[in-house]
């Protein structure tokens, strides 16, 4: 990989599942000042390896186990942050975490497989809500509509959404 595009995937992958680190360091160290050092920690072990992770396997997966070791270690040289359950129960909290962060690729992958398949007028009203956070009310004024009108088309969008999310999760679970 090239130092540019290689820097471009890291941070765009880092982006998707920082918070989600954050989330779970925190839940591990039950202090925010020390889980925001453990992120930085992470966050540089991840850079420092990048160049091990295999580009389409799970990113999220990947930095949820480095970060877990960085806590489990931060918990070890700390007193002040002393693990406060045995040591089982941040492994069973990191394996979820992993296993979650797995599961949410997977949900994303879909619904943008379901997204894609909406009609050009039905993305329109996704992008100008969701996207541009413009309220209904001016949604219904920009397009003539009324608002119950409005209201009607997002139900139905979000049903479909809804259902075709459903169906192609049920598939790739089989």
């Known amino acids: 990989m090239e130092n540019k595009p290689k820097s471009n995937l890291f941070f765009s992958l880092y982006d998707r599942v920082h918070l989600r680190l954050y989330s779970f360091l925190l839940l591990l160290v039950h202090n ?14 991840l850079w420092e390896k990048f160049d091990e992770f295999e580009e389409g396997t799970n990113f999220g997966a990947w930095a949820v186990s480095i970060a877990h070791y960085k806590a489990l270690e931060f918990m070890k040289k700390n007193k002040r942050s002393r693990m406060i359950f045995k040591e089982e129960y ?13 599961n949410l690729t997977d949900r994303i992958q879909v619904m943008q497989q379901c997204l894609a ?30 608002s119950s009108g409005i209201c009607q088309s997002f139900s139905r969008i979000i049903a479909l959404l809804r259902s075709c999310v459903s169906r192609r999760l049920a598939v790739r679970e089989v």
């Open 90 to 102: 941040y492994d069973l909290i990191s394996t979820q975490a992993q296993q979650s962060s797995e």
């Open 32 to 45: 925010q000042s020390d889980a925001e050092d453990i992120l930085q920690e992470t966050a540089s072990t």
């Open 117 to 146: 398949k909406l009609s050009d007028k039905d993305k329109k009203l996704l992008a100008m809500r969701y996207k541009k956070n413009i309220p209904l009310k001016r949604i219904s004024k920009m397009t003539g509509r009324s």
